[in-house]
Protein backbone atom coordinates (compact mmCIF):
# COMPACT_ATOMS: atom_id res chain seq x y z
CA UNK A 1 0.00 0.00 0.00
CA UNK A 2 1.18 3.68 -0.98
CA UNK A 3 2.62 5.70 1.89
CA UNK A 4 0.32 9.39 2.20
CA UNK A 5 3.50 10.86 1.35
CA UNK A 6 2.94 9.05 -2.15
CA UNK A 7 -0.81 10.21 -1.99
CA UNK A 8 0.23 13.30 -1.95
CA UNK A 9 2.67 14.00 -4.53
CA UNK A 10 0.01 15.16 -7.21
CA UNK A 11 -0.66 17.92 -4.66
CA UNK A 12 2.78 18.59 -3.09
CA UNK A 13 3.64 21.87 -3.76
CA UNK A 14 0.04 23.04 -2.61
CA UNK A 15 0.01 20.97 1.09
CA UNK A 16 3.36 22.67 1.56
CA UNK A 17 1.58 26.12 0.47
CA UNK A 18 -1.45 25.10 2.42
CA UNK A 19 0.56 24.33 5.78
CA UNK A 20 2.33 27.64 5.45
CA UNK A 21 -1.27 29.40 5.39
CA UNK A 22 -2.43 27.27 8.17
CA UNK A 23 0.48 28.61 10.22
CA UNK A 24 0.25 32.18 9.14
CA UNK A 25 -3.82 31.54 10.38
CA UNK A 26 -3.26 30.62 13.46
CA UNK A 27 -0.65 33.29 14.91
CA UNK A 28 -1.78 35.63 17.67
CA UNK A 29 -0.71 38.66 19.51
CA UNK A 30 -1.53 36.89 22.49
CA UNK A 31 1.59 34.49 23.28
CA UNK A 32 -0.09 32.00 25.03
CA UNK A 33 -1.80 31.22 22.00
CA UNK A 34 1.01 30.76 19.88
CA UNK A 35 3.13 28.63 22.23
CA UNK A 36 0.08 26.20 22.19
CA UNK A 37 -0.77 26.52 18.29
CA UNK A 38 3.11 25.84 17.89
CA UNK A 39 2.67 22.75 19.79
CA UNK A 40 -0.24 21.72 17.51
CA UNK A 41 1.53 22.46 14.72
CA UNK A 42 4.49 20.08 15.97
CA UNK A 43 1.84 17.26 16.60
CA UNK A 44 -0.16 17.61 13.35
CA UNK A 45 -1.71 14.70 12.33
CA UNK A 46 -1.77 13.17 8.84
CA UNK A 47 -3.82 15.75 7.17
CA UNK A 48 -5.76 13.77 5.39
CA UNK A 49 -8.93 16.10 5.30
CA UNK A 50 -7.37 18.72 3.45
CA UNK A 51 -5.66 16.10 1.24
CA UNK A 52 -9.12 15.36 0.08
CA UNK A 53 -9.36 18.72 -0.32
CA UNK A 54 -6.70 19.29 -2.76
CA UNK A 55 -6.97 15.58 -4.52
CA UNK A 56 -10.67 16.59 -5.31
CA UNK A 57 -10.21 19.81 -6.73
CA UNK A 58 -7.47 18.97 -8.82
CA UNK A 59 -9.31 16.09 -10.07
CA UNK A 60 -11.43 18.53 -11.27
CA UNK A 61 -9.55 20.86 -12.32
CA UNK A 62 -7.56 24.08 -11.06
CA UNK A 63 -6.57 24.62 -7.58
CA UNK A 64 -7.65 28.04 -6.63
CA UNK A 65 -7.43 30.51 -3.69
CA UNK A 66 -10.83 29.23 -2.73
CA UNK A 67 -9.45 25.53 -2.38
CA UNK A 68 -6.96 26.92 0.15
CA UNK A 69 -9.37 28.67 2.11
CA UNK A 70 -11.46 25.71 2.14
CA UNK A 71 -8.59 23.19 3.67
CA UNK A 72 -7.77 25.80 6.24
CA UNK A 73 -11.18 26.35 7.24
CA UNK A 74 -11.76 22.20 7.20
CA UNK A 75 -8.30 21.81 9.64
CA UNK A 76 -9.37 24.92 11.57
CA UNK A 77 -12.48 23.56 12.62
CA UNK A 78 -11.14 19.50 12.77
CA UNK A 79 -8.73 20.59 15.16
CA UNK A 80 -11.04 22.57 16.77
CA UNK A 81 -13.83 19.71 17.57
CA UNK A 82 -10.55 16.80 18.71
CA UNK A 83 -9.53 19.69 21.75
CA UNK A 84 -13.19 19.68 23.17
CA UNK A 85 -12.93 16.23 22.55
CA UNK A 86 -10.25 15.98 24.78
CA UNK A 87 -12.23 17.45 27.32
CA UNK A 88 -15.22 16.19 26.76
CA UNK A 89 -13.62 12.77 26.98
CA UNK A 90 -11.25 13.78 29.92
CA UNK A 91 -8.28 12.53 27.55
CA UNK A 92 -4.45 13.29 28.31
CA UNK A 93 -3.22 11.79 25.01
CA UNK A 94 -3.38 12.64 21.40
CA UNK A 95 -1.50 10.70 18.68
CA UNK A 96 0.57 9.26 21.37
CA UNK A 97 1.63 13.30 22.89
CA UNK A 98 0.12 15.08 25.38
CA UNK A 99 -3.11 16.52 25.02
CA UNK A 100 -3.79 20.53 25.32
CA UNK A 101 -6.11 19.23 28.03
CA UNK A 102 -3.04 17.75 29.94
CA UNK A 103 -1.22 20.59 29.53
CA UNK A 104 -3.14 23.62 30.11
CA UNK A 105 -6.33 21.96 31.59
CA UNK A 106 -9.88 22.54 30.31
CA UNK A 107 -10.52 26.07 30.83
CA UNK A 108 -7.30 26.86 28.96
CA UNK A 109 -8.30 23.96 25.90
CA UNK A 110 -11.89 24.94 25.86
CA UNK A 111 -10.55 28.81 24.73
CA UNK A 112 -7.94 26.82 22.68
CA UNK A 113 -10.48 25.00 20.54
CA UNK A 114 -12.58 28.34 20.14
CA UNK A 115 -10.08 30.41 18.89
CA UNK A 116 -9.85 28.05 16.22
CA UNK A 117 -13.11 27.64 15.52
CA UNK A 118 -13.72 31.34 15.23
CA UNK A 119 -10.18 31.57 13.10
CA UNK A 120 -11.82 29.15 10.52
CA UNK A 121 -15.36 31.30 10.39
CA UNK A 122 -13.16 34.64 9.91
CA UNK A 123 -11.00 33.35 7.03
CA UNK A 124 -14.05 31.75 5.14
CA UNK A 125 -15.40 35.17 5.80
CA UNK A 126 -12.76 37.66 5.04
CA UNK A 127 -12.45 35.81 1.66
CA UNK A 128 -16.34 35.70 0.94
CA UNK A 129 -16.31 31.92 0.52
CA UNK A 130 -19.56 31.91 2.22
CA UNK A 131 -20.87 28.65 0.17
CA UNK A 132 -17.81 27.09 1.63
CA UNK A 133 -18.44 28.23 4.95
CA UNK A 134 -22.26 26.44 4.36
CA UNK A 135 -20.78 23.55 3.61
CA UNK A 136 -18.36 23.19 6.42
CA UNK A 137 -20.75 24.74 9.28
CA UNK A 138 -23.33 21.90 8.33
CA UNK A 139 -20.71 19.43 9.33
CA UNK A 140 -19.67 20.93 12.17
CA UNK A 141 -23.37 20.86 13.49
CA UNK A 142 -24.03 17.46 12.70
CA UNK A 143 -21.02 15.88 14.58
CA UNK A 144 -22.44 18.10 17.50
CA UNK A 145 -25.78 16.29 17.40
CA UNK A 146 -23.60 12.67 16.38
CA UNK A 147 -21.52 13.13 19.69
CA UNK A 148 -25.04 13.81 21.39
CA UNK A 149 -27.10 11.23 20.36
CA UNK A 150 -24.38 8.77 21.08
CA UNK A 151 -23.49 9.77 25.11
CA UNK A 152 -27.47 9.64 25.51
CA UNK A 153 -28.15 6.37 23.47
CA UNK A 154 -25.04 4.65 25.63
CA UNK A 155 -26.22 5.76 28.82
CA UNK A 156 -29.51 3.76 28.28
CA UNK A 157 -27.52 0.85 26.59
CA UNK A 158 -29.34 0.48 23.64
CA UNK A 159 -28.03 1.65 19.95
CA UNK A 160 -29.27 -0.39 17.58
CA UNK A 161 -27.78 -0.26 13.79
CA UNK A 162 -29.41 2.27 12.73
CA UNK A 163 -28.63 4.81 15.47
CA UNK A 164 -25.58 3.21 15.34
CA UNK A 165 -25.12 4.30 11.66
CA UNK A 166 -26.76 7.74 12.14
CA UNK A 167 -23.63 8.84 14.99
CA UNK A 168 -20.94 7.62 12.80
CA UNK A 169 -22.58 9.50 9.45
CA UNK A 170 -23.04 12.74 11.89
CA UNK A 171 -19.77 12.61 14.03
CA UNK A 172 -17.16 11.06 11.75
CA UNK A 173 -18.40 10.71 7.79
CA UNK A 174 -20.49 13.93 7.30
CA UNK A 175 -16.68 16.11 7.64
CA UNK A 176 -14.96 14.13 5.27
CA UNK A 177 -18.06 14.89 2.95
CA UNK A 178 -17.62 18.41 3.45
CA UNK A 179 -14.14 17.94 2.34
CA UNK A 180 -14.56 16.01 -0.69
CA UNK A 181 -18.30 18.73 -1.60
CA UNK A 182 -15.50 21.95 -0.76
CA UNK A 183 -12.44 20.84 -2.82
CA UNK A 184 -15.68 20.50 -5.83
CA UNK A 185 -17.26 23.32 -5.11
CA UNK A 186 -13.53 25.70 -4.91
CA UNK A 187 -13.26 24.81 -8.60
CA UNK A 188 -17.10 26.43 -9.50
CA UNK A 189 -18.26 22.56 -9.89
CA UNK A 190 -22.08 22.04 -10.74
CA UNK A 191 -24.26 21.77 -7.49
CA UNK A 192 -24.59 17.76 -9.18
CA UNK A 193 -20.96 17.24 -9.13
CA UNK A 194 -20.63 18.98 -5.55
CA UNK A 195 -23.58 16.97 -4.65
CA UNK A 196 -22.19 13.45 -5.70
CA UNK A 197 -18.08 14.41 -4.41
CA UNK A 198 -20.18 14.80 -0.89
CA UNK A 199 -21.65 11.30 -1.40
CA UNK A 200 -18.24 9.99 -1.94
CA UNK A 201 -16.69 11.57 1.19
CA UNK A 202 -20.00 10.36 3.47
CA UNK A 203 -18.88 6.66 2.41
CA UNK A 204 -15.19 7.29 2.24
CA UNK A 205 -15.92 8.80 6.19
CA UNK A 206 -18.08 5.72 6.90
CA UNK A 207 -15.86 2.89 6.22
CA UNK A 208 -12.62 5.06 8.05
CA UNK A 209 -15.14 5.09 11.27
CA UNK A 210 -15.47 1.38 11.00
CA UNK A 211 -12.04 0.86 10.82
CA UNK A 212 -11.72 2.97 14.19
CA UNK A 213 -13.98 0.89 15.80
CA UNK A 214 -11.74 -2.55 14.60
CA UNK A 215 -9.05 -1.06 16.23
CA UNK A 216 -10.74 -1.44 19.32
CA UNK A 217 -10.08 -5.48 19.55
CA UNK A 218 -6.67 -4.99 17.74
CA UNK A 219 -3.59 -6.52 20.23
CA UNK A 220 -2.73 -3.88 22.72
CA UNK A 221 1.00 -2.23 21.04
CA UNK A 222 -0.06 -2.21 17.41
CA UNK A 223 -1.91 1.64 17.61
CA UNK A 224 -1.68 4.10 20.41
CA UNK A 225 -5.12 3.28 21.53
CA UNK A 226 -5.33 0.87 24.48
CA UNK A 227 -7.37 -2.25 23.26
CA UNK A 228 -10.67 -2.05 24.22
CA UNK A 229 -10.78 1.53 24.61
CA UNK A 230 -14.69 2.18 23.54
CA UNK A 231 -15.42 -0.94 25.86
CA UNK A 232 -13.93 0.67 28.38
CA UNK A 233 -15.91 4.01 27.81
CA UNK A 234 -18.99 1.81 27.29
CA UNK A 235 -19.53 2.69 24.11
CA UNK A 236 -21.44 0.47 21.24
CA UNK A 237 -19.93 0.28 17.99
CA UNK A 238 -20.72 -1.75 14.91
CA UNK A 239 -19.01 -5.32 16.28
CA UNK A 240 -20.52 -5.41 19.61
CA UNK A 241 -24.28 -4.07 18.36
CA UNK A 242 -23.69 -6.87 15.61
CA UNK A 243 -22.63 -9.40 18.59
CA UNK A 244 -25.59 -8.38 20.99
CA UNK A 245 -28.04 -8.37 18.17
CA UNK A 246 -26.80 -12.09 16.73
CA UNK A 247 -26.65 -14.09 20.30
CA UNK A 248 -29.24 -15.86 22.42
CA UNK A 249 -30.95 -13.75 24.82
CA UNK A 250 -29.80 -15.09 27.83
CA UNK A 251 -26.09 -14.25 26.13
CA UNK A 252 -26.70 -11.11 25.38
CA UNK A 253 -28.55 -10.16 29.33
CA UNK A 254 -25.46 -11.36 30.51
CA UNK A 255 -22.66 -8.91 28.07
CA UNK A 256 -25.58 -5.82 29.00
CA UNK A 257 -24.85 -7.36 33.09
CA UNK A 258 -20.82 -6.32 32.43
CA UNK A 259 -21.31 -2.88 30.94
CA UNK A 260 -24.33 -2.13 33.58
CA UNK A 261 -22.15 -3.60 37.16
CA UNK A 262 -19.64 -0.94 37.50
CA UNK A 263 -15.92 0.15 36.00
CA UNK A 264 -14.59 -1.92 32.58
CA UNK A 265 -11.83 -3.63 34.51
CA UNK A 266 -9.46 -5.45 32.04
CA UNK A 267 -10.74 -9.13 32.60
CA UNK A 268 -14.41 -7.83 31.75
CA UNK A 269 -13.21 -5.79 28.88
CA UNK A 270 -11.54 -9.34 27.38
CA UNK A 271 -14.05 -11.34 28.18
CA UNK A 272 -16.61 -8.74 25.62
CA UNK A 273 -13.75 -8.75 23.39
CA UNK A 274 -13.90 -12.73 23.24
CA UNK A 275 -17.67 -12.24 22.89
CA UNK A 276 -17.80 -10.02 19.85
CA UNK A 277 -15.17 -12.55 18.18
CA UNK A 278 -16.82 -15.29 18.46
CA UNK A 279 -20.50 -13.95 17.94
CA UNK A 280 -19.22 -12.85 14.20
CA UNK A 281 -19.11 -9.22 14.82
CA UNK A 282 -15.63 -8.51 13.46
CA UNK A 283 -16.41 -10.25 10.10
CA UNK A 284 -19.46 -8.50 9.64
CA UNK A 285 -17.72 -4.76 10.01
CA UNK A 286 -15.37 -5.76 7.98
CA UNK A 287 -17.65 -6.62 5.52
CA UNK A 288 -19.51 -3.54 5.73
CA UNK A 289 -16.34 -1.23 6.09
CA UNK A 290 -15.59 -2.81 2.37
CA UNK A 291 -19.37 -1.98 1.21
CA UNK A 292 -18.98 1.64 2.19
CA UNK A 293 -15.32 1.34 0.26
CA UNK A 294 -16.73 0.19 -2.63
CA UNK A 295 -19.44 2.88 -2.84
CA UNK A 296 -17.40 5.55 -2.21
CA UNK A 297 -15.13 4.33 -5.69
CA UNK A 298 -18.09 3.94 -7.68
CA UNK A 299 -18.62 7.33 -7.89
CA UNK A 300 -15.08 7.96 -8.05
CA UNK A 301 -15.20 6.15 -11.13
CA UNK A 302 -17.73 8.02 -12.57
CA UNK A 303 -15.11 10.90 -13.04
CA UNK A 304 -12.35 11.39 -15.70
CA UNK A 305 -8.95 9.35 -14.94
CA UNK A 306 -5.97 11.38 -14.42
CA UNK A 307 -3.14 11.59 -11.34
CA UNK A 308 -5.63 12.65 -8.89
CA UNK A 309 -7.84 10.55 -9.58
CA UNK A 310 -5.94 7.58 -8.87
CA UNK A 311 -4.44 9.75 -5.64
CA UNK A 312 -7.73 9.97 -4.47
CA UNK A 313 -8.55 5.59 -5.01
CA UNK A 314 -4.93 5.20 -3.28
CA UNK A 315 -6.27 7.80 -0.48
CA UNK A 316 -9.75 5.78 -0.03
CA UNK A 317 -7.44 2.28 0.29
CA UNK A 318 -5.55 4.38 2.67
CA UNK A 319 -8.38 5.04 5.14
CA UNK A 320 -9.58 1.37 5.36
CA UNK A 321 -6.04 -0.25 5.04
CA UNK A 322 -4.48 1.71 7.45
CA UNK A 323 -2.16 0.33 10.17
CA UNK A 324 -3.26 2.63 12.91
Given at each position: ?????????????????????????????VSLLNIISAYLLRKKGKQVRPLFVFLTARM?????????????????????????DDVVDESYERRGFFSIN??????????????????????SVNNKDYELLDIVSNAVKEMSEGELLQIQKSRSLNIDMD????VIRKKTATLIGSCTASGAKSTGAPRETIDQLYEMGLNVGMAFQIKDDL???????????????????????LPLI?????CPKKERRRVLRLFRNGKMHYRRINEIIS??????????????????????????????????????????????????
Open positions: MLTLADIRKPVGSEIKEFQKLFKKAVTSDLGNITKSTYTAASLIELLHTATLIHALWKSKISVLMGDYFLARGLLLTYYEFDYQPRGVIGKPTGNDIREKKFTYALNHFVKETGGLDYAEEKMMEYKQKAEDILHQFEDNASRQALQDLIDFTVLRKK
